[in-house]
C-alpha cells in the first residue's frame, strides 16, 4: 500500500525554521512524475506550496519564494521542505502529494499532514 508520512512539524516563533520530511512507502519517489507540497490553514483552501519534478525542476507559491526550499533524496526515499523566515500566515497544515500518473501530475496521493504554527 502505498503511504506517504509527513513529520517534522511544530510551534515556531517568527523568523523562526522548520524542516518538514515525507517519507514514501511502497512508492519509489526517483520514478515519479512530480512531488508536492501543499498547506491548508482553518477557512483557507489548500494552495500548492512548492513542486519538484521527475527531472529536479522547482516551482514555488510567490508567497513562499525565496524562503521555502523543496528538495528529495531519493535514497532515503524521501521528500523535504525546508522553511526559512517564517512568518503567522504559514500557520497551516502542510501534506505532501505525488502522482500515480507516469504522464503528469494528478495529486492523487497524500500523506496526513503534519501542523505548522507560527507565533508572532
Known amino acids: 500500500q502505498v503511504q506517504l508520512a509527513e513529520s517534522g512539524g511544530d510551534s515556531v516563533q517568527t523568523g523562526g525554521s522548520l524542516r518538514l520530511s515525507c517519507a514514501a512507502s511502497?512508492?519509489?519517489?526517483?520514478?515519479?512524475?512530480?512531488l508536492g507540497w501543499f498547506r491548508q490553514a482553518p477557512g483557507k483552501e489548500r494552495e500548492r506550496v512548492a513542486r519538484?519534478?521527475?527531472?529536479?525542476?522547482?516551482s514555488y507559491a510567490d508567497s513562499v519564494q525565496g524562503r521555502f526550499a523543496i528538495s528529495k533524496d531519493t535514497a532515503k526515499n524521501t521528500l523535504y521542505l525546508q522553511m526559512n523566515s517564517l512568518k503567522p500566515e504559514d500557520s497551516a497544515m502542510y501534506y505532501c502529494?505525488?502522482?500515480?500518473?507516469?504522464?503528469?501530475?494528478?495529486?492523487?496521493?497524500w500523506g496526513q499532514g503534519t501542523q505548522v504554527t507560527v507565533s508572532s
Open positions: 502529494a505525488a502522482t500515480s500518473n507516469i504522464f503528469g501530475c494528478t495529486w492523487d496521493i
Open positions: 511502497a512508492y519509489s519517489i526517483s520514478l515519479t512524475y512530480c
Open positions: 519538484i519534478d521527475r527531472g529536479g525542476m522547482t
